[in-house]
């Protein structure tokens, strides 16, 4: 990850999926969906991991 890219929150990822964000916890606690990690209590997720997860499910 470049240093000036920043981590995506939630809501960054349901914008750009177009998902609701209850959707994003859901795949989360049935270990679907993009990869998070949890920082602190909230989870983040890398752009770029988020992108090659998009790809891959075509």
Do not use: I
């Not at 000036?4 to 795949?27: A, H, I």
């Amino acid at each position: 990850m470049n240093t000036t890219d920043r981590l995506w929150t939630v809501d960054d990822v349901s914008n750009f999926l177009g998902v609701p964000v209850k959707t994003l916890y859901q795949w989360r606690w049935r270990r679907q969906g993009p990869p998070a990690r949890k920082v602190g209590r909230h989870l983040r997720y890398d752009p770029a991991k988020l992108r090659l997860w998009l790809d891959a499910e075509d």
